[in-house]
C-alpha cells in the first residue's frame, strides 16, 4: 500500500519556527514529485511547496516563498517543510501528497492524514 | 482570490446531474491540465479527474471531467447523497511557477 505519514505540527509563537516531515511508503519515492499542501480553518486548499521527481527542483507559493523550504531525502523517502517566520495565518492542517505521475506537481493522487499546525501567541 | 474561479455553492436532488465550473486564464488552464478533487469534512482531499477527463481507478464513472480553452467542468451524474462535500480543481500556473487551487465548490444534495 502507498502510505503518507505526515508529523511535526504543533503550537508556536509568532515569528517561531517548525519543521514537518512526511514518511512515504510503497512506491518508489525519487520517480514522483512531492507537495505540501494546507487547509486553514474555514478555508479552501492552498498548495504551498512542491518537489520534482526527476531532478528535485522545488517550487514555492508567493506566500511562503523566503519563509518556508520544501526538501526530500530519497535516501528514507522522507518529504519535509522547514517553516521559519511562522504567522498566524499559516494555521492550519497540513497533508503530504504524491503526485499520480511522474513530475505533475499538481495532481496528487495520495494523501496523509494531515499534521496541524497553530500559530498563535 | 483564487487564481482559478468556482461558484461558492452548488446544489442538486438525488439522480439529478449537476456540473460544476472552474474558470482560469491562458498561463493555467488555456495551456495546461485540469484536475479536480473532492473534499470531505475531517478527510483529505481525493483526486477524482486528472488531465481534464482521466478517471483515476476507483473512481465512479459518475464523475467526468472536460475542459475548453480557459475554463474546466466537473459533471456529476446521478446525484447521490454521499457526494455532498466540496470540489476543487486545481492545475499549474506557468506564470507563477507552481500550482493553483480555485476557491472549491461546497455542493449540497437537496
Known amino acids: 500500500d502507498v502510505i503518507l505519514m505526515e508529523s511535526g505540527g504543533d503550537l508556536v509563537q509568532p515569528g517561531g519556527s517548525l519543521r514537518l516531515s512526511c514518511r512515504a511508503s510503497?512506491?518508489?519515492?525519487?520517480?514522483?514529485?512531492m507537495s505540501w499542501v494546507r487547509q486553514a480553518p474555514g478555508k479552501g486548499l492552498e498548495w504551498v511547496s512542491g518537489v520534482r521527481g526527476s531532478d528535485g527542483i522545488r517550487y514555492h507559493a508567493d506566500s511562503v516563498k523566503g519563509r518556508f523550504t520544501i526538501s526530500r531525502d530519497t535516501s528514507t523517502s522522507t518529504l519535509s517543510l522547514q517553516m521559519n517566520g511562522l504567522r498566524v495565518d499559516d494555521t492550519a492542517i497540513y497533508y503530504c501528497?504524491?503526485?499520480?505521475?511522474?513530475?505533475?506537481?499538481?495532481?496528487?493522487?495520495?494523501w496523509g492524514k494531515g499534521t496541524t499546525v497553530i500559530v498563535s501567541s | 482570490q483564487s487564481v482559478l474561479t468556482q461558484p461558492p455553492s452548488a446544489s442538486g436532488t438525488p439522480g439529478q446531474r449537476v456540473t460544476l465550473s472552474c474558470s482560469g486564464s491562458?498561463?493555467?488552464?488555456?495551456?495546461?491540465?485540469v484536475h479536480w478533487y473532492q473534499k470531505l469534512p475531517g478527510t483529505a482531499p481525493k483526486l477524482l479527474i486528472r488531465h481534464n477527463d482521466q478517471r483515476p481507478s476507483g473512481v465512479p464513472d459518475r464523475f467526468s471531467g472536460s475542459k475548453s480553452g480557459t475554463s474546466a467542468s466537473l459533471a456529476i451524474n446521478g446525484l447521490q447523497s454521499e457526494d455532498e462535500a466540496d470540489y476543487y480543481c486545481?492545475?499549474?500556473?506557468?506564470?507563477?511557477?507552481?500550482?493553483?487551487f480555485g476557491g472549491g465548490t461546497k455542493l449540497t444534495v437537496l
Open positions: 510503497g512506491f518508489s519515492f525519487s520517480d514522483y514529485a
Open positions: 491562458n498561463s493555467n488552464i488555456g495551456i495546461l491540465t
Open positions: 501528497a504524491k503526485s499520480s505521475v511522474g513530475d505533475y506537481i499538481e495532481s496528487m493522487d495520495v
Open positions: 486545481a492545475a499549474w500556473d506557468d506564470r507563477l511557477r507552481g500550482a493553483v
